[in-house]
């Protein structure tokens, strides 16, 4: 098993800067992806970026240019750096680590953080 914690959520104004932090802790050395996704209102959950394991990342055009994941492998910690933040990147944010056996996939979420951005 794998526990996720999300932090660092808030209300900000647009133009705004936010970094958010994701902490596992559990069987954390069967993980092959961390990933970050976004819900906003009304809508499915979206995916928004990802750090392999070997370190590589891709992020969803929509982000990229403005958002960065990153993980500090001696923390057990990932984080998205959110910067230029637009009032459609409101909604609640969430962390995932993801694990393959053979061809299928395994997920776990964190309980999501909520991310408020004003006009």
């Known amino acids: 098993q794998v526990q996720l914690v999300e932090s660092g959520g808030g209300l900000v104004q647009a133009g705004g800067s936010l970094r958010l932090s994701c902490a596992a802790s559990?069987?954390?050395?069967?993980?092959?992806?961390w990933g970050w996704y976004r819900q906003a209102p009304g809508k499915q959950r979206e995916f928004l970026a990802a750090?392999?394991?070997?370190?590589?990342?891709n992020h969803v055009d929509s982000v990229k240019g403005r958002f960065t994941i990153s993980r500090d492998n001696a923390k057990n910690t990932v984080y998205l750096q959110m910067n230029s933040l637009k009032p459609e990147d409101t909604g609640v944010y969430y962390c995932?680590?993801?694990?393959?056996?053979?061809?299928?996939?395994?997920?776990?979420w964190g309980q999501g953080t909520q991310v408020t951005v004003s006009s």
């Open positions: 995932n680590a993801r694990r393959w056996v053979a061809t299928i996939p395994y997920d776990y």
């Open positions: 559990g069987s954390i050395g069967s993980i092959n992806t």
């Open positions: 750090v392999l394991s070997n370190g590589g990342t």
